[in-house]
């Protein structure tokens, strides 16, 4: 499976960007799907994730950041509203298959910065 990450860029805080990650090498509805967020000198963080039926957001962007999939463009969204400049980081979108139990696919990463 290969992910290729994109749509980061600068942008002011209270703005808005869109990340898309397109899948390659299996279907999207195959997959669980997530994005992830890594900050300088801070961990990893799951900012969202997408199944069949449920999605999941780490309380730092919950009612700021919809997680979407397009299953006929094999295709998953990161639509990011109300951007905060704690929201800086390098955002990667990973996949894992239903039974595995840890994201094995990991796209390039893609630079978001929010500037106060």
């Known amino acids: 499976v290969q992910l290729q990450a994109s749509g980061g860029g600068l942008v002011q805080a209270g703005g808005s960007l869109r990340l898309p990650c397109a899948a390659s090498?299996?279907?999207?509805?195959?997959?669980?799907m997530a994005w992830f967020r890594q900050a300088p000198g801070k961990e990893r963080e799951t900012v969202a994730s997408?199944?069949?039926?449920?999605?999941y957001y780490a309380d730092s962007v919950k009612g700021r950041f919809a997680i979407s999939r397009d299953n006929a463009k094999n295709t998953v969204y990161l639509q990011m509203n109300s951007l905060k400049p704690d929201d800086t980081a390098v955002y990667y979108c990973a996949a894992r298959i239903y039974s595995q139990s840890s994201y094995n696919y990991w796209g390039q990463g893609t630079q978001v910065t929010v500037s106060s």
């Open positions: 090498g299996a279907t999207l509805s195959s997959l669980v």
């Open positions: 997408i199944t069949w039926s449920f999605t």
